[in-house]
Nanobody, 122 residues
Framework: QAQLVESGRGLVQPGGSLRLSCVAS????????IGWFRQAPGKEREEISC????????FYADSVKGRVTISSDNAKTTVYLQMNSLKPEDTAVYYC???????????????WGQGTLVTVSE
């Protein structure tokens, strides 16, 4: 069964850092773009970053640009989201998802993880 599993949930103080991981099982990520999304309470889901394992292109939303780095391991089995200078407004459930080939506004994310909670607070 193909699935994605996120890890790295936690409570972080403002200004701190956290790395989230997204691991695929039942399929490989070679032909996929992996997006990271987040949804805060009462807000719509937001795509914050994406990486294509086809051409290594990346995308960052303005809300996280300069504070977040997305990367993929050499085996193309895990995608990481390194988050620095975290703010309370980064508090949300973070999800990873896989779409064929490339990151774009039209990417069709077929597989989703269950989500992992990140809380930024004193």
């Amino acid at each position: 069964q193909a699935q994605l599993v996120e890890s790295g949930r936690g409570l972080v103080q403002p200004g701190g850092s956290l790395r989230l991981s997204c691991v695929a099982s039942g399929f490989t990520l070679d032909w996929y773009a992996i997006g990271w999304f987040r949804q805060a309470p009462g807000k719509e889901r937001e795509e914050i970053s994406c990486i294509s394992n086809r051409d290594n292109s990346t995308f960052y939303a303005d809300s996280v640009k300069g504070r977040v780095t997305i990367s993929s391991d050499n085996a193309k089995t895990t995608v990481y989201l390194q988050m620095n200078s975290l703010k309370p407004e980064d508090t949300a459930v973070y999800y990873c998802a896989a779409a064929p080939y490339f990151c774009s506004a039209y990417a069709r994310f077929e597989y989703w993880g269950q989500g992992t909670l990140v809380t930024v607070s004193e």
